[in-house]
T-cell receptor, first 113, second 116 residues
């Protein structure tokens, strides 16, 4: 069975704080992809990153960084120096051999001025 | 803008009425997906097309739901005899497949349905 767990339902931070969103996944597939999407109040799911199971290099994109660790089946997402515009629901998702996206329940991030 | 577009963005309908949503995918994408999302949940897979062929349907897709992609471009999702439980956001997404690899799935802004 495949599963994605985002244990943090809601996080509230003050602007300029760093924040890490956790994602833990389960799969028996040896080849799989992990994703993060951002969903602002407007509703659109905005693609942030895709990582395949053979690439454990961490990635940094501006204020965003991702830490992929196969040993702990985690793919955590850190926002450095958070801004109000980062307020959104963030979803972690997994796609294995069956090509379906399995979603976590999302983490609602509120960045307060 | 060449992203995934959906129409209408919002629809309020009375129980028992039929509704239809349209999705225009990114032009070079051959795969098109429909998902449903309710408050506090992640998206749930409904169905997907590769070109004009509907390759998979979720058990969530009751016989009141039908999706088409007649020319392999835009798609429609129709819900007949709507029920209050159909109230949700209906998301369309598209991707391209090259050989055995599928690229990232890009989503539209969603169509909110409220059944009263």
């Amino acid at each position: 069975a495949q599963k994605v767990t985002q244990a943090q339902t809601e996080i509230s931070v003050v602007e300029k704080e760093d924040v890490t969103l956790d994602c833990v996944y389960e799969t028996r597939d040896t080849t799989y992809y992990l994703f993060w999407y951002k969903q602002p109040p407007s509703g659109e799911l905005v693609f942030l990153i895709r990582r395949n199971s053979f690439d454990e290099q961490n990635e940094i994109s501006g204020r965003y960084s991702w830490n992929f660790q196969k040993s702990t089946s985690s793919f955590n997402f850190t926002i450095t120096a958070s801004q109000v515009v980062d307020s959104a629901v963030y979803f972690c998702a997994l796609r294995g051999n069956n090509r379906k996206l399995i979603w976590g329940l999302g983490t609602s991030l509120a960045v307060n001025p | 803008d060449t992203g995934v577009s959906q129409d209408p963005r919002h629809k309020i309908t009375k129980r028992g009425q039929n509704v239809t949503f349209r999705c225009d995918p990114i032009s070079e994408h051959n795969r098109l997906y429909w998902y449903r999302q309710t408050l506090g949940q992640g998206p749930e897979f409904l169905t997907y097309f590769q070109n004009e062929a509907q390759l998979e349907k979720s058990r969530l897709l009751s016989d009141r739901f039908s999706a088409e992609r007649p020319k392999g471009s835009f798609s429609t999702l129709e819900i007949q005899r709507t029920e209050q439980g159909d109230s949700a956001m209906y998301l369309c997404a598209s991707s391209s497949q090259q050989g055995s690899w599928e690229n990232t799935i890009y989503f539209g802004e969603g169509s909110w349905l409220t059944v009263v």
